[in-house]
């Protein structure tokens, strides 16, 4: 097990598909197996991380474009923290990464462009798409029916459309792979780990 080498996995999907809910089950269970982990996020805890919350929140009024651009910051600073973490011997295990920029982006802006900014970041070992249905996602997350989810819930619906477009499109580069999050924690857990002993080749 030590001879191992650190992996570096992602979880995607829309906002509510249980992404940090999986992170840590998943933390915990190389935890338990007797190897490191480290979970961290995206946009993170750091500078940029703050003012792109900032701007989420609507206190800032920026554009798609300067948006996405403060995302790709933010992941440049990311990345060295997550190389040093693997470096000494951590699996990581990222909440959203290139492909949430892509999705999300993409709504506004064209999808190439946002792939060439995000072209040097490396790519993970395997990521994870959480695909579900919008309404779902937004019922887990408690908001209630109104116009605005209306919109929220259309929105999100061509959100989840692009993430399974960019699996068809880029699932060798990104080692991509999409599970059923419409189920249990712990149905979604187990296939999971499945993906991980078949894909990676870990010892479950
Ligand atoms: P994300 O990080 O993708 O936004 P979370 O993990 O925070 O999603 O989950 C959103 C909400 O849904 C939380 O309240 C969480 O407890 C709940 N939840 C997570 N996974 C499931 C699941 N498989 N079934 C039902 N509820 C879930
Ligand atoms: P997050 O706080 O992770 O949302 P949640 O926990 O609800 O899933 O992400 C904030 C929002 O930022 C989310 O709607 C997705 C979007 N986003 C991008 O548009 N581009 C990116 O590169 C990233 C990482 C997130």
Redesign the pocket.
């Known amino acids: 097990m030590s001879s191992e080498k650190p992996l570096f996995i992602v979880l995607e999907g829309i ?3 249980g ?2 809910t999986q992170a840590f089950r998943l933390e915990r269970w190389f935890k338990r197996s007797g190897r490191k982990a480290y979970t961290t ?3 993170t805890d750091g500078i940029i991380g703050g003012i792109i919350r900032a701007a ?1 929140s609507t206190k800032l009024r920026i554009s798609p474009m300067t ?2 651009i403060l ?1 790709a910051a933010d ?1 440049s600073e990311h990345v060295r923290e997550m190389e040093e973490r693997r470096a000494s011997g951590y699996n990581v295990i990222c ?3 290139i492909l ?2 892509v999705a ?2 993409m709504i506004d802006l064209d999808r190439d462009w946002l792939l060439r900014m995000n072209s040097p970041f490396p790519r993970p070992d395997l990521t994870i798409i959480l695909d579900l249905p919008a309404e779902t996602a937004l019922r887990r ?1 408690g908001k209630r029916f109104s116009k605005t989810l209306f919109e929220r819930r259309s929105l999100l619906e061509r959100v989840r459309e692009n993430f399974l477009s960019l699996h068809n499109d880029l699932g060798n580069e990104y080692n991509t792979v999409v599970i059923d999050a419409s189920r249990s924690p712990e149905e979604i857990h187990r296939d999971i780990l499945e993906v991980l002993g078949d894909r990676l080749g870990l010892e479950i």
């Open positions: 906002d509510g598909s992404k940090t996020r995206e946009p989420l948006l996405q995302f992941r909440d959203r990464y949430s920029s999300y982006g997350v």
